[in-house]
């Protein structure tokens, strides 16, 4: 199985990179390829994307920058995503290992790559653009 670990610097502060990306309610500012809307349920989120209602669970609050969580699509396929945010310099590097699934073709997971990257580089920009303090 492939896999693919993608990368951003973001020019701000580990605390504030992981903070920002750790609300669910942020996810339709920088995934919006994939996340319309999101709501809470339970323990668990739901997001209306292109492909229907997607349940996103996710690590638990931590001091170590994992943002890892899974998403179930519709017809209840189970995926994990490591992620993470870790120092990189007075910035932040942000992680995210995507995985080649079985019956994934490899033109799809190069696109799915190119989704990756196109949301973290708006991960960093929405951060970056976001006036407050680093």
């Known amino acids: 199985m492939n896999s693919q670990t ?11 990179v992981y903070g920002f990306a ?10 919006p ?16 994307s292109p492909l229907g209602r997607a349940v996103f669970a996710f690590a638990p609050p931590n001091d170590y920058g994992v943002l ?6 519709p017809d209840g396929t189970r995926f994990f995503n490591p992620m993470r945010v870790i120092a990189n310099g007075a910035g932040s590097e ?4 995507l995985f080649q699934h079985e019956g994934m073709s490899d033109e799809q997971f190069l696109n799915d790559a190119a989704l990756v990257r ?17």
Request: proline share 8%; aromatic share 8%.
């Open 22 to 31: 750790a609300d669910p309610l942020h996810l339709p500012m920088w995934v």
């Open 33 to 48: 390829s994939f996340c319309k809307s999101v709501a809470r349920r339970g323990d668990e989120w739901v997001v209306e």
């Open 118 to 134: 196109s949301d973290l580089e708006s991960l960093r920009r929405v951060i970056e653009d976001s006036a407050g303090p680093d």
């Open 68 to 73: 890892d969580h899974s998403v179930t699509l």
């Open 94 to 97: 942000v992680l995210f290992t």
């Open 6 to 16: 993608l990368s951003v610097f973001i020019a701000a502060p580990p605390a504030r």
